[in-house]
C-alpha cells in the first residue's frame, strides 16, 4: 500500500513518526512522508491511505502557522468521501474549532490533557476480537476529546484509561464510500516502539486497506 505520512508540529517533531513507522516498510508498504500541509503535495503523493500527524498548532520547524485553511479542509472531506482512507494519530485530532467539517470527518476533536501521566489503553468492540492484544500500560498524554458526532456513529475500539478519567483512544468513521481511522496515543518515542502500538497501527491500517 502506498501511504503519505504528514507530520511535524510545535509540540510533535516528525522525527518521532518518521521513525516509529518505519516498521511498516518490513510488511511491503511504500511510505512517503511529508511536514508542509498543502493539497498539492497529497493530490500529488496519490497515496492510498494518509496518515496524519499533525496538529493544527502554531510553528514547527518550518516555521508553519495553522496550515488548515478552507481549500485543504474541503480537499480532506472529498479525498474520504470519494473513498480514500485516512488514519489519524495523536496531535492528527488537534483541531480548529473553525475546521467544523473536517471535526466532524474525523468524528471529534483534542479538547485538552492533564500532565503526562501512566494511561492503560484497553480493547473494546468487536474490531480487535480475537487479535490477541492485551492492554498496554505507558506513560503518555492523556487526549481528552470533544465529540463531533454522535457517538453511536463510531466503531469505537480502543479507550484510555488514568486517574483523570476513561476516554475513547481509538475508532472508525464512515464517511461516504471512504473510512476514517483515530488512534489517539502516541506523544512520546517510547509509545511508538511498544510492539502492542505496532500491532495496533497495522491492524488499523489493515482495516483501512480493506484486508481486515
Not at 501512566?118 to 503518555?140: C, K, N, Q, R
Not at 456513529?153 to 475508532?171: D, K, M, T, Y
Not at 464512515?174 to 483515530?182: F, H, I, P, Q, W
Request: hydrophobic share 40%; with cysteine; proline share 3%.
Amino acid at each position: 500500500m502506498k501511504i503519505c505520512v504528514l507530520c511535524d508540529d510545535r509540540y510533535h517533531p516528525g522525527n518521532v513518526v518518521t521513525d516509529g513507522l518505519q516498521f511498516l516498510r518490513g510488511a511491503g508498504h511504500v511510505l512517503e512522508f511529508a511536514t508542509a500541509a498543502s493539497t498539492g503535495t497529497l493530490s500529488k503523493a496519490m497515496a492510498d491511505l494518509i496518515i496524519l500527524c499533525k496538529g493544527q498548532i502554531e510553528g514547527n520547524e518550518c516555521g508553519e502557522g495553522l496550515w488548515m485553511d478552507a481549500e485543504l479542509e474541503k480537499w480532506f472531506v472529498e479525498f474520504v468521501r470519494s473513498g480514500g482512507k485516512l488514519l489519524v494519530v495523536h496531535s492528527g485530532v488537534v483541531i480548529e474549532e473553525k475546521n467544523r467539517a473536517f471535526r466532524s470527518l474525523v468524528g471529534g476533536s483534542f479538547s485538552h490533557h492533564p500532565e503526562a501521566c501512566p494511561i492503560v489503553y484497553s480493547t473494546v468492540g468487536d474490531f480487535l476480537t480475537g487479535a490477541g492484544i492485551d492492554d498496554m500500560e505507558v506513560h503518555d498524554e492523556h487526549y481528552f476529546i470533544d465529540l463531533a458526532v454522535e457517538k453511536e456513529s463510531l466503531e469505537i475500539f480502543l479507550e484510555g484509561r488514568s486517574n483523570h478519567g476513561c476516554q475513547p483512544a481509538g475508532w472508525f468513521r464512515k464517511e461516504g464510500s471512504g473510512l476514517v481511522g483515530v488512534l489517539t496515543p502516541g506523544h512520546f518515542p517510547a509509545v511508538w516502539r511498544q510492539p502492542h502500538f505496532k500491532q495496533l497501527l497495522t491492524l488499523c491500517i489493515d482495516r483501512l486497506g480493506g484486508s481486515r
